[in-house]
């Protein structure tokens, strides 16, 4: 449960109720974290134009290292759950796990533990970051474009993970489906919620 008062699906009206719908569509129920975002529907909207101009030159396995990196150091449970499952489309369980544990894989190229390190020092010390960091990347092979977009997309994590910890956003009870040892190693910080998901009903929903 949130620490504020969240506008509840039964009740969300206009812009609101607009809102939950496209999450509902996307992951079948409205997810606590767009909860959250119910005093202000338009910061959710901008959130995604945002987010997917940074994604949309960053191949998939990358953004998911770089987010999933930056949102385990940041001891984000909801989003450490929801990239770490998504990271399984690229490495098996096992191998997600150790990502957890050690933040470095057998599968990893040595520039993809490079990325990750860098990532994680965006999250939680960005003052720390020094030339020295940027010319480790390029020796990496990574160009200018390429490291704007680590940061980038590290940074928007940290946006988005500080707002639902901050208000105390759970994630999801529908991450208990998952492999308990998995989602273990990934709830690194709040717990997961024990409240059923929340869902609009067809006749609440006047879009359709």
Request: hydrophobic share 40%; glycine share 4%.
């Amino acid at each position: 449960m949130a620490f504020i008062r969240t506008i509840p699906p039964r009740e969300a009206k206009d812009a609101v109720r607009d809102m939950y719908q496209r999450q509902q569509t996307a992951y079948g129920y409205v997810p606590n974290y767009a909860k959250v975002f119910s005093h202000r529907p338009e910061v959710m909207e901008r959130w995604a134009k945002l987010l997917a101009a940074i994604r949309r030159p960053v191949d998939s396995r990358r953004f998911e290292l770089i987010t999933f990196a930056a949102a385990h150091a940041l001891r984000n449970s909801y989003c450490s759950l929801a990239h770490g499952n998504a990271l399984t489309t690229f490495f098996d369980e096992d191998e997600v796990r150790a990502l957890a544990s050690d933040g470095a894989g057998e599968t990893l190229t040595v520039a993809e533990i490079a990325m990750m390190q860098f990532a994680r020092k965006v999250a939680i010390d960005a003052t720390g970051i020094s030339s020295d960091d940027i010319d480790e990347l390029q020796q990496h092979g990574f160009c200018e474009e390429e490291i704007f977009d680590i940061v980038a997309t590290a940074a928007a994590r940290s946006f988005f993970t500080k707002i639902l910890d901050s208000l105390g956003a759970e994630p999801d009870v529908s991450y208990l489906e998952m492999d308990q040892s998995l989602r273990q190693s990934l709830t690194v910080g709040r717990p997961i919620a024990r409240r059923g998901v929340e869902t609009i009903s067809p006749q609440d929903d006047t879009s359709a």
